[in-house]
């Protein structure tokens, strides 16, 4: 089982609080939305299988270890994975990638908001609603990630220029990925792709922040 998941906090500050989080499960498709009460069941969730995130290992697993026990065995940062090979450079949110990478796809029509806005949001049911809109968006569009990684064999496109990464990250996308998905995701979606390179095994330099998107 492969979980694709997402935390909106009140913060980033290691007692910051779950506002929500959001779940999508593999391969039964389906999608979970756990709201602060419920985080432990979210932990339990995410403690059955794989997980995969983007830049959760330092900031929504930190969170959510306010709640319950979260090891760090089977988890996949696709955000940890590019500073560890290309190292740390400002500008590669995953919002960014995925317009980078898919520029015909479609990615969702939640409301664009950045983790700043959650606390003023969470105070009403209808900013909570934009906040699960945007949490969810950001599942699925990491989803949608995942699979463009893999058909361009780990090479990732920025504004700033293509990344690689290496190839045992790589291979593990494609061993959790292999089914058909939410998203019917053709090559007409993706931009030129790039160049083959081999990708390196090796660490690297990991980055201590948090990206807002």
Not at 9 to 32: K, N, W, Y
Request: charged share 25%; glycine share 8%.
């Amino acid at each position: 089982m492969l979980c694709i998941y997402d935390v909106e906090t009140t913060g980033v500050s290691s007692d910051a609080r779950m506002v929500c989080g959001c779940v999508l499960q593999l391969p039964a498709f389906r999608v979970h939305v756990f709201g602060e009460a419920h985080a432990k069941a979210m932990i339990g969730l995410l403690r059955c299988g794989h997980r995969l995130g983007f830049n959760n290992a330092r900031f929504d697993d930190r969170i959510l270890r306010n709640y319950g026990k979260l090891g760090d065995e089977n988890c996949l940062d696709l955000y940890r994975e590019i500073t560890a090979v290309n190292g740390h450079r400002k500008g590669w949110r995953m919002d960014d990638i995925v317009t980078a990478m898919m520029p015909n796809a479609r990615h969702g029509n939640a409301p664009s908001i950045s983790g700043a806005d959650v606390p003023a949001l969470a105070q009403s049911p209808a900013g909570m609603v934009s906040v699960i809109a945007h949490c969810l968006d950001d599942v699925y569009n990491l989803y949608a990630l995942a699979r463009a990684i893999v058909l361009q064999r780990g090479q990732v496109r920025t504004r700033a220029g293509r990344l690689r990464l290496r190839t045992p990250f790589v291979n593990a996308l494609r061993g959790l990925l292999r089914m058909d998905g939410l998203f019917r995701l053709e090559s007409s979606d993706l931009a030129e792709p790039a160049p083959a390179e081999p990708a390196p095994d090796g660490p690297g330099d990991e980055d201590q922040s948090r990206e807002m998107f």
